[in-house]
């Protein structure tokens, strides 16, 4: 059956080259864009190393804290916090696996061998959480530890990259010496490069913060710092009860630093992948909902507008094979046998532009990274590099494969049903109606 | 003519209501788009009140005590040192002007408050007012320009004198009528709900917006002098017209022998062209959807016009060659294609024009000049929409129109 069905699209497809043409690059076209928007939201939200997790997160960037002192405005402090902060009212939560604490975006920073020409690359400072919450792939050496964090030792964890830079080979460098911030640092471990669209964990050399005295860079009375942080949950199941207990943990600590008339403000934080992939400033609370939309409206418009055109050329098809289908009807095949054959070898056509789109899009999604995934307040001049394991996803397939289902049986519905309802002796006369 | 060409469409209302619904739908998104872009533009191109070429913002940092280099230092020493620093760019031939800054250079994504009163009256600006904290030569880097026609240089003396400059529409936002702040100029104020000391006002300086994509309306600013700095200091020099070329390589060069101050050293440098970029990739990826999705719709209505009518003048071959038989030239036979496609496209624009209107009065769509609906906008829109896809109804119905005008009518007709 499924073979007839082949046989009879491509037979189609050879009738009239042009008209297939068409209809096949309308679709493809569509498929192209379709995944593309699907592609751009997937590197946002979708797990990938070192942020396999990336379901299992929660992530709390910035926090908002007035003081009735302040001003009778209602003035609010909406920046990262500090160490302390975080420690009190997300590090100290029971729910959690664990809770990662890291400066809040990379800084470049210069790094060199002693006596030679400095280069600035992107640095970020973290605890040792860090590195259970995200997973690098290590080709050398470890990561710093609790004791060493603690001790506040001058240890690093470079990328590949950054060590071909300094040393030239990534192979015997654990353990070597070079400056960074005109500081002697040692080697921990050598991992490889990162992605800017791993936008919670990007850097390029990762170095405890107790070693720069960054945890001790405080402002309000020591409530806010440059201190984010992104809690790993046990499973998705546990973000209503980490989301309660934090809650209830704010309330407490609130009562607390009342005393200094210090109030934190939560702003339903904290926020899980796809809502903080849209949190950009710290004093509004984004809204996913209306991202959501807007994004099915671009779905709507790719997908209906290509529908209507190629259910005119279905139609139009069709009708040159009006007298087919009559002659079909007149030996009895139903109503709903003939429909699906109609939607079934337009599907062949369908998937076969549809893979053709897809195609397309993953090779666009490659050669157009810059453009493609160029992120907003990214703070580095490094392009968004991607690879396949960022890209292909066994999602990105199921997607692909729905929104070819949905744009067959928009395109192809109507016709198909309208051809299965022509009356048997109109047909064999050769008209549709 | 006309009347043949409506009767026509009338037999065909099948295929031809399946396009007359495309482009229906096609011209309302093409309308919205259209309305979209032009409230961006034309924020895009309002005066900035700034200007970022030649700059470059100097990032500090700072020894720690893991360093050999390390000096104790205190915070009035740390401050002597960036002085220091900036002393030192400021005597280099390519650089024209050095300022230190909080929260205060363009395409900046921090920003603080602050209000203002004055002094001798209730008179107040609450609404937003960024509170730009500089160094004298801020406005000499960053070109800001009086309403008055005071020139940077004069700016700067005025903050030198610990004089407060505002933005001119600092009290207009917040009291909904025109009141340029020039009528203030002298007077007064108090800063920080601090009604114990006061300030003069210098000079008031021309809108000064957020960004790019931020309208002058929403944007107002208040400067004045601050004195003390710290490594998260903004450190930005505007460099001669003619050196920008290596600017940053050389600078860099120099750095460790001649610029260290202290615990000071300079950790990186950015140019103002990247610091743009990356605080609008937002905006601009934004535009890059927009312009992506017309491009899409216009390729639908070719595509579809195209298929249609390859489909439709090869069934009307025959009528074709009785029409050139009948002395129809060939620019007649192609008007008369394109003119089909044309008058479906007149005939839903009423419609898709009354659903743009509802969608506008919906408030739907755009925002510019605090409206969604105004007459010239939205006529503007409304024909830009129109013409681009009647653009596209020519190229797509004119290459089938083309294979059908060339029919020989004899051969034709032969045939049938």
């Given amino acids: 059956m499924i073979k007839q069905y082949i046989t009879q699209a491509l037979a189609q497809l050879r009738q009239h080259p042009i008209i297939s043409a068409v209809s096949i690059i309308g679709t493809a076209l569509a498929i192209f864009l379709i995944m593309l928007v699907v592609m751009m939201q997937q590197v946002k939200t979708a797990p990938f190393a070192p942020e396999s997790n990336r379901d299992r997160f929660l992530h709390v960037h910035y926090m908002s804290l007035s003081n009735k002192n302040w001003s009778k405005t ?13 420690k009190e009212l997300y590090q100290s939560l029971k729910t959690p696996e664990a809770v990662a604490i890291y400066t809040c975006m ?117 409530h806010m710092g440059l201190m984010s942080c992104t809690i790993l949950a046990k499973s998705r199941d546990d973000f209503d009860a980490i989301r309660q207990e934090a809650l209830n943990r704010m309330e407490t600590y609130n009562l607390l630093v009342g005393e200094d008339g210090y109030q934190f403000i939560h702003r339903n934080r904290p926020y899980d992948q796809e809502k903080q992939s849209i949190s950009f400033s710290a004093n509004q609370e984004p809204n996913v909902e209306a991202e959501r939309r807007s994004r099915l409206m671009t779905f709507l418009v790719l ?107 928009l395109s192809t519905g109507l016709p198909a049903w309208m051809a299965s309802r022509t009356n048997i002796v109109t047909a064999l006369g050769g008209r549709l109606h | 003519m006309n009347k043949k060409l409506f009767s026509q469409i009338k037999n065909e209302w099948r295929t031809n ?35 970022t070429e030649h700059c470059y913002l100097i990032e500090m940092g700072k020894l720690t005590d893991k360093s050999p280099d390390y000096t104790e230092r205190t915070n009035d020493q740390q401050n002597e040192d960036i002085h220091e620093l900036a002393n030192r760019l400021r005597q280099r031939p390519e650089i024209e002007a050095v300022s230190l800054s909080y929260n205060s250079y363009p395409y900046n994504g921090s920003n603080s408050t602050i209000n203002m009163q004055l002094a001798d009256d209730t008179l107040k600006a609450t609404n937003w007012v960024i509170r730009r904290a500089v160094s004298p030569d801020f406005v000499k880097v960053f070109r800001y320009d009086g309403a008055r ?18 933005s001119d529409n600092l009290f207009t936002s917040t009291y909904k009528r025109p009141m340029p702040m020039t009528d203030y100029i002298g007077r007064r104020v108090y800063l920080f709900n601090d009604t114990t000391h006061s300030y ?40 001669r017209a003619n050196q920008d070329v290596d600017f940053i390589e050389r600078l860099k060069a120099d750095s460790e022998k001649q610029l260290r101050v202290g615990n000071i050293y300079i ?15 937002g905006q601009y990826n934004k535009v890059r959807d927009s312009i992506t999705t017309m491009v899409f719709l216009l390729v639908n209505i070719f595509l579809g016009l195209f298929g249609t009518f390859w489909f ?35 005939l839903v624009t009423p419609l898709a024009l009354a659903i743009d209107f509802n969608l506008a009065y919906a408030e739907l769509n755009g925002w510019y000049n605090d409206t969604t609906l105004e007459a010239g906008r939205f006529l503007l829109c409304g024909a830009i929409s129109f013409l681009l896809i009647a653009l596209m109804i020519a190229v797509g119905i004119g290459i089938p129109a083309r294979k059908a005008m060339k029919i020989d009518p004899a051969e034709a007709l032969h045939d049938e």
């Fill in chain 1, 74 to 86: 209602g003035a609010t402090s909406n920046q990262p916090m500090s160490e302390r902060t975080i």
């Fill in chain 1, 106 to 222: 990379p800084m470049a920073t210069p790094v060199s061998l002693p006596g030679k020409a400095a280069t600035a690359i992107d640095m970020l400072q973290t605890d040792d959480n860090f590195w259970r919450v995200f997973d690098f792939a290590f080709i050398d050496g470890k990561p710093y530890d609790k004791a060493t964090f603690d001790a506040a030792q001058p240890v690093a964890v470079i990328t590949e990259s950054v060590a071909r830079i300094l040393f030239g080979t990534t192979e015997g460098v654990v353990g070597k010496e070079f400056l960074l911030s005109h500081a002697p640092y040692k080697v921990a471990g050598i991992v490889k490069d990162v992605s800017t669209l791993a936008n919670t964990c990007y850097a390029q050399v990762w170095i405890p913060y107790t070693s720069t005295g960054q945890d001790k860079d405080t402002t309000a009375d020591g």
């Fill in chain 1, 303 to 409: 997908l209906i507008v290509p529908a209507i055109n190629l259910s005119s050329m279905t139609q139009s098809r069709l009708r040159q094979r009006v007298s087919e289908i009559g002659v079909r009807r007149a030996f009895g095949c139903n109503r709903m046998e003939l429909m699906g054959q109609i939607l079934m070898e337009n599907m062949v056509v369908t998937l076969l532009a549809g893979a053709l789109g897809l195609l397309m899009s993953v090779a666009f999604a490659y050669m157009g990274n810059t453009l493609l995934f160029a992120q907003p307040f990214s703070n580095t001049l490094n392009p968004p590099t991607v690879d396949a394991s960022i890209l292909i996803h066994g999602s990105t397939f199921g997607w692909a494969l729905l929104f070819c289902f949905i744009l067959n049986l």
């Fill in chain 2, 267 to 281: 950790s990186n440098i950015r140019s103002f062209k990247d610091i743009r970029r990356d605080f609008q990739q």
């Fill in chain 2, 200 to 239: 003069p006002l210098g000079a008031s300086v021309k809108v000064v917006r957020y960004g790019d994509f931020q309208s002058g309306r929403n944007a107002r600013t208040l400067l004045f002098m601050h004195d003390f700095w710290d490594t998260d200091a903004e450190l930005c020099v505007r460099v």
């Fill in chain 2, 312 to 346: 439709r003048t090869q069934q009307r071959k025959c009528e074709i060659a009785l029409h050139k038989a009948h002395g129809a030239t060939n620019r007649m036979v192609f008007t008369r294609l394109v003119s089909e496609g044309w008058l479906l496209l007149l």
């Fill in chain 2, 149 to 166: 026609g005071e020139t940077p240089e004069q700016l700067a003396e005025m903050l030198e004198r610990d004089e407060i400059i505002v």
């Fill in chain 2, 17 to 51: 209501l399946g396009l007359a619904i495309e482009l229906l739908l096609v011209s309302v998104v093409m309308w919205w788009i259209t309305d979209n872009l032009y409230c961006t533009a034309s924020v895009y191109f309002e005066p900035r009140g700034f200007d």
